[in-house]
């Protein structure tokens, strides 16, 4: 059973930088597309980024597309997410997801807990 665990999230201010850490255990890693998923209070999850299986294809939301960074480490079973130049707007509760095609939203079925991130202005 695949389980994915969140950390790396907190209180930072509008302007910093944090990076976001998913492990992954109960499966092969390199077999899935993994993602970073967000909901803030009141809104509907969306999705931030996606990554293929062999790290070389992601798909970013218009939002973050320059200030945030996803990669992972098939050796370590982990996926990262480097957020610069946070924004009040990016406040939300992070996911982490797995699924099976990168580019696709909808085939993520596999979900972390997830991270506070918090961005005070």
């Known amino acids: 059973q695949v389980q994915l665990v969140e950390s790396g999230g907190g209180l930072v201010q509008a302007g910093g930088s944090l990076r976001l850490s998913c492990a992954f255990s109960?499966?092969?890693?390199?077999?899935?597309?993994m993602g970073w998923f967000r909901q803030a209070p009141g809104k509907k999850r969306e999705s931030v980024v996606r990554i293929n299986q062999s790290g070389d294809s992601a798909f970013y939301a218009d939002s973050v597309r320059g200030r945030f960074t996803i990669s992972r480490d098939n050796a370590k079973n982990t996926v990262y997410l480097r957020m610069n130049s946070l924004k009040s707007e990016d406040t939300a509760v992070y996911y982490c997801?797995?699924?099976?095609?990168?580019?696709?939203?909808?085939?993520?079925?596999?979900w972390g807990q997830g991270t506070q991130v918090t961005v005070s202005s």
């Open positions: 109960g499966h092969t890693f390199s077999t899935y597309a």
């Open positions: 997801a797995a699924g099976t095609t990168g580019w696709d939203p909808n085939t993520y079925n596999i």
